[in-house]
């Protein structure tokens, strides 16, 4: 991702990098910390996260939908998406 600000910088002169903002993703397989490379004016976003304000990949969705479809409860649910932090 900063490889990618870099990229981003050179065509936006006028911009800056500003440091660094966590995210958390949560995955299929498992929470995501993050350390993103941000810019001052805020229009940079790297390629690897989600649209703005999602936190959980597509790939979750199916997780879930399948523990759903192969009958779990909301506790056994509840479990095993503890077990992915």
Do not use: C
Not at 13 to 28: C, M
């Amino acid at each position: 991702m900063g490889r990618e600000r870099e990229d981003f910088l050179k065509k936006i002169e006028e911009d800056k990098g500003n440091g660094y903002h966590f995210r958390n993703l949560l995955t299929g397989s498992g929470l995501l910390e993050l350390e993103v490379p941000r810019t001052r004016n805020g229009n940079f976003r790297p390629s690897l996260l989600l649209e703005k304000y999602k936190r959980f990949s597509d790939g979750f969705d199916g997780f879930l939908f399948s523990l759903i479809s192969a009958g779990y409860s909301p506790d056994q649910i509840s479990r095993a998406l503890k077990r992915l932090n």
